[in-house]
Nanobody, 126 residues
Framework: QVHLVESGGGLVQAGDSLRLSCAASGRTVSSYAMGWFRQAPGKEREFVAGISGSGGNTDYADSVKGRFTIARDIAEKTVFLQMNSLKPEDTAVYFC???????????????????WGQGTQVTVSS
């Protein structure tokens, strides 16, 4: 079992940056594939970024490539999502997710993750 808690959301202006954190209890994050997803009002949840359990691979949605970076701090058992050059269309509730894995595969689909955090709101004003 792993318990995930996101933090770092807030209200920012277009062009600003935010760093989201996902703190994991239980096993070290080096044993988990981690992902960030988001859901805007009236829209389906979508994949944002993921990192493999091995830590060697990352993947991003096309809409955030070059602006967002996923990284993990094994000692702190935390996964981060650095978001730069934010746009109003990035406004959503952001969720982190985890699945036990030590492979190099990056999970992009929500159903591949059994563990989820409660979400943190990110609002980007124009």
């Amino acid at each position: 079992q792993v318990h995930l808690v996101e933090s770092g959301g807030g209200l920012v202006q277009a062009g600003d940056s935010l760093r989201l954190s996902c703190a994991a209890s239980g096993r070290t994050v080096s044993s988990y594939a981690m992902g960030w997803f988001r859901q805007a009002p009236g829209k389906e949840r979508e994949f944002v970024a993921g990192i493999s359990g091995s830590g060697g691979n990352t993947d991003y949605a096309d809409s955030v490539k070059g602006r967002f970076t996923i990284a993990r701090d094994i000692a702190e058992k935390t996964v981060f999502l650095q978001m730069n050059s934010l746009k109003p269309e990035d406004t959503a509730v952001y969720f982190c997710a985890a699945d036990y894995s030590i492979t190099s595969y990056v999970r992009r689909r929500g159903y591949e993750y059994p563990y989820w955090g409660q979400g943190t709101q990110v609002t980007v004003s124009s």
